[in-house]
C-alpha cells in the first residue's frame, strides 16, 4: 500500500482549557485539515451553528444513529449525549487527510481501541491552575452558572485520563501551545507508518545502489 491514510487528531482536556480555541487555529494554519463535526443532544450556545459547530440531534434520532453504526464513538457527557459521525472521518483519511476531534476521554480511548487505533494522534490539555480554568469558563460567557458549576465539577474526571494519552501540554500561552500542536501534527505525519510510500522508495534505492555500487 502507497497511500497515506490520514490520522485522526484528538484533542481533550476539562472544558474550558482551551480545545475549540487552539482547534480554530490549527484548522487555520493547514487548510487540508478537516474538523470532525460532532453530533450532541445538548441545546446550541449563542452564536454557535448546526452543521458547522455540531450536529443538534434530539435524542431520538441520536440513538437511531448509534444503532445504525454511524458513529465512530460517543459518550454522555454533562447529561447529554455526543458522537462522532463515522462517514465524513472515513472520507477524510481514506483520501490522506488529517481529522481534528474535539471529544472527551471515552470518546478518545474508544477511537484508540478501534480499527483506526494505529492511526490516532492524541493529545490532552491541562489548564495551567484550576482557578484559571473557572476564570476561562466565565469569560468564555457562554454557560449559565450552574452549567459552569456542573462542568467545574467534572473537571477532575476528564483530568485523571490525562496519562492516557500520547503527547500532553499546558496551556498557559495560547501562541506558545499553538506552536507546540504545530510540531507534534508535523513531526508524528513523519512516523514511518504514516509514510507508506518509503517502501518504495527504499527499493528503488536499493535498485540504484546495486546497480552503482
Ligand atoms: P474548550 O473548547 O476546551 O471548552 P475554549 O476553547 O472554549 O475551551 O476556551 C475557553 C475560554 O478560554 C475561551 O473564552 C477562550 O478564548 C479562552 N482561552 C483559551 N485558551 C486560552 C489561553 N491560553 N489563555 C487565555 N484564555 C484562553
Ligand atoms: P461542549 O458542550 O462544551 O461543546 O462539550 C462538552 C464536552 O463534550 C467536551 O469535553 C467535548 O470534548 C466533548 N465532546 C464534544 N463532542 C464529542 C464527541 O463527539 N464525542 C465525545 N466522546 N465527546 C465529545
Known amino acids: 500500500m502507497s497511500e497515506r491514510r490520514g490520522l485522526l487528531i484528538i484533542l ?3 472544558s474550558g482549557a482551551g480545545k475549540s480555541t487552539l482547534s480554530q487555529r490549527l484548522l487555520q494554519w493547514d487548510p487540508t485539515l478537516s474538523f470532525s463535526v460532532s453530533a450532541t443532544t445538548r441545546a446550541p450556545r449563542t452564536g454557535e451553528e448546526d452543521g458547522l459547530d455540531y450536529h443538534f440531534l434530539s435524542e431520538e434520532a441520536f440513538k437511531r444513529q448509534v444503532s445504525e453504526g454511524g458513529m ?5 457527557v454533562f447529561g447529554n449525549f455526543y458522537g462522532s459521525p463515522r462517514a465524513p472521518v472515513q472520507a477524510s483519511i481514506d483520501a490522506g487527510n488529517d481529522v481534528l476531534f474535539d471529544i472527551d476521554w471515552q470518546g478518545a480511548q474508544q477511537i484508540r481501541n478501534s480499527a483506526l487505533g ?9 489548564p495551567p491552575s484550576i482557578h484559571e480554568l473557572h ?3 466565565q469569560a468564555r460567557g457562554k454557560d449559565a452558572p450552574e452549567v459552569i458549576a456542573r462542568r467545574m465539577q467534572k473537571s477532575w474526571d476528564e483530568i485523571s485520563h ?15 501551545a499553538e506552536a507546540r500542536l504545530r510540531t507534534i501534527i508535523e513531526a508524528t505525519r513523519l512516523r514511518r507508518t504514516q509514510q507508506p510510500w518509503l517502501t518504495d522508495h527504499v527499493r528503488r534505492l536499493q535498485t540504484e545502489f546495486e546497480e552503482t555500487l
Open 12 to 14: 481533550s482536556s476539562p
Open 118 to 126: 494505529g492511526h490516532t494522534l492524541s493529545i490532552f490539555l491541562l
Open 135 to 137: 476564570r476561562r469558563l
Open 162 to 176: 490525562w496519562d492516557s494519552y500520547d503527547f500532553v501540554l499546558v496551556n498557559d500561552d495560547l501562541d506558545v
Open 72 to 76: 465512530l464513538e460517543h459518550a454522555h
